[in-house]
Nanobody
């Protein structure tokens, strides 16, 4: 079965950086449609960035553009999220997820409901 294991969360001050990792197994990583998501207390889970692994195509939400960068290591079946210039509003539980199948393009819809497999999450806390 598909397993996604996140790591790398922690507590930082505003302006700091963190790099999250997501180790994937049970799927053909090199052809995957994956993403990073976050959920703050009392808020709905939201997509942060989606990626089509085969092409490296990405889709970021506006609030993280220029600050967050998604990357992949196909040899390790691992997805990364480099987060720079962190802000208190980035505080949330961060999740890695993968789609089972998709039509119309991997990145045409990166809403959480389109992703079938989820990791357990890793907490990111940014203090002002």
């Amino acid at each position: 079965q598909v397993q996604l294991v996140e790591s790398g969360g922690g507590s930082v001050q505003a302006g700091g950086s963190l790099r999250l990792s997501c180790a994937a197994s049970g799927l053909i990583f090199s052809r995957g449609c994956m993403g990073w998501f976050r959920q703050a207390p009392g808020k709905e889970r939201e997509a942060v960035v989606g990626i089509y692994i085969a092409s490296g195509s990405t889709a970021y939400i506006d609030s993280v553009k220029g600050r967050f960068t998604i990357s992949q290591d196909n040899a390790k079946s691992t997805l990364y999220l480099q987060m720079n210039s962190l802000k208190p509003e980035d505080t949330a539980m961060y999740y890695c997820a993968a789609k089972n199948a998709w039509a119309g393009g991997c990145l045409s819809d990166i809403s959480p409901r389109r992703f079938a497999h989820w990791g357990q999450g890793t907490q990111v806390t940014v203090s002002s």
